[in-house]
Nanobody, 123 residues
């Protein structure tokens, strides 16, 4: 069993930045892919970013390219999401996701989810 715990979210003004962290614990997960999704009120959960274990394969949702950066530290079993130039439409609950393979994460059906972190961007 793997537990994912997000931290670092909060309230920020438009144009500001936030950095989310997601720490994985439980079984050894150093070979897995990790990613981020978000869900805004009244909308479906959508893909934000994903990263392979090596960090050599990285993917982003179209609406965050150039503004968000995903990275990971395998020694700490932690994935990060640096969010810059934030907009009010980035307001959502952000979920960390993990799986042994990258495809399930990209497909939105990872084996593990975090509990979610509310991020609010004020105008």
């Amino acid at each position: 069993q793997v537990q994912l715990v997000e931290s670092g979210g909060g309230l920020v003004q438009a144009g500001g930045s936030l950095r989310l962290s997601c720490a994985a614990s439980g079984r050894t997960f150093s070979s897995g892919a990790m990613g981020w999704f978000r869900q805004a009120p009244g909308k479906e959960r959508e893909f934000v970013a994903a990263i392979s274990w090596s960090g050599g394969n990285i993917y982003y949702g179209d609406y965050v390219k150039g503004r968000f950066t995903i990275s990971r530290d395998n020694a700490k079993n932690t994935v990060y999401l640096q969010k810059n130039s934030l907009k009010p439409e980035d307001t959502a609950v952000y979920y960390c996701a993990a799986d042994l393979g990258l495809s399930p994460v990209l497909s939105g059906i990872p084996g593990y989810w975090g509990q979610g972190s509310q991020d609010t961007v004020s105008s």
